[in-house]
């Protein structure tokens, strides 16, 4: 049975530094935050939360404390979970365990970063905890050691979790039933629709002009693998996608949905209009 507690020993500090080796592969002591620096956050109003199969830790989640302008929020640096424990929800309940030690602090609102090209992350984050996006940032990591980073730009989107938000609750209550495509959401454009040839889709020159309250943005499924397979495809992507979200976040868009067929090999944002 798993239980999640607080980290407050540097010896599980240091199990947190091995699990963030395995999770991400880094091989460059560069990318890992160290134990040392993880002890110290905790003592200064930092969450680092451990969960646990019989003393063995199977994920943590990780927050330091941080402001956006003069607001107290939290900044979650990383969620990693091992490899034999995933898909069993683990990756919820701990990021549902940090939202109530953040709410017992005060907190409002925790932020992190996540690839807009990896679908799955982008189904977690907005159909199990109801975030919305209004940033996107180009290669904010810079080059990592990670296999999980390499051949793109570390290009990402920034998350901003408002832990007390109506939608987010319903989210949360929810479970991470997806969301259904009412009239309005199927009727919306979408910006890129790719051309479909071979393996994977091809995104296509995108409209950057659309005006509609409601802009669909399509991305393909299984980035991290055409990352490997075909990494010029995967550069591509990132690279047009970059133009779409910039450019309409510029015009007072917001990515506030995703919607996941993994059945037909993508995923669309929803991206909504909220200038007046």
């Known amino acids: 049975m798993i239980t999640i507690r607080d980290v407050i020993s540097l010896e599980d500090c240091q199990r947190v530094v091995a699990l963030e080796k395995e999770v991400w592969g880094y091989t460059d002591s560069e990318d890992v935050v160290p134990a040392p620096v993880l002890i110290v956050s905790v003592k200064r109003g930092g969450i680092l939360l451990g969960a646990f199969d019989d003393g063995v830790m199977k994920g943590f989640v990780y927050s330091m404390a941080a402001f956006k ?33 953040a709410l017992a602090l005060g907190i409002d609102l925790i932020e992190w970063t996540f690839d807009p ?6 189904h977690f984050n907005f159909a199990k905890l109801g975030v919305i996006v209004a940033e996107y940032e180009e290669n904010i990591y810079g080059e990592s050691s990670s296999p999980l980073h390499r051949g793109t730009p570390t290009d990402r989107f920034v998350a901003e979790w408002r832990l007390t938000e109506p939608h987010v609750e319903r989210r949360i209550a929810a479970g991470g039933t997806p969301a259904v495509r009412d009239a309005q959401v199927a009727a919306a454009p979408v910006a890129n629709p790719p051309i479909v040839a071979g393996r994977w889709a091809e995104p296509a020159t995108p409209d950057l002009s659309l005006r509609d309250r409601r802009v669909l943005v399509e991305i393909p499924v299984g980035f991290s693998e055409m990352q ?26 917001r990515a506030v949905d995703f919607f996941l067929s993994p059945e037909h090999g993508r995923g669309h944002y929803l991206l909504t209009n909220i200038s007046p």
């Not at 929020?73 to 069993?88: K, N, P």
């Not at 090209?117 to 982008?122: E, K, T, V």
């Not at 550069?235 to 309409?248: A, G, V």
Request: proline share 2%; hydrophobic share 35%; aromatic share 10%.
């Open 69 to 101: 302008g003069e607001r107290r929020t939290h900044w979650s640096h990383m969620l990693g979970v091992s490899q034999d424990a995933r898909d069993a929800g683990l990756g919820t309940r701990l990021k549902l365990a940090q939202r109530q030690r």
């Open 228 to 253: 490997t397979s075909a990494p010029d495809l995967a550069l591509e992507w990132r690279m047009e996608t970059r133009k779409i979200f910039q450019s309409y976040f510029r015009r007072g868009y």
């Open 117 to 122: 090209l990896q679908a799955m992350n982008a």
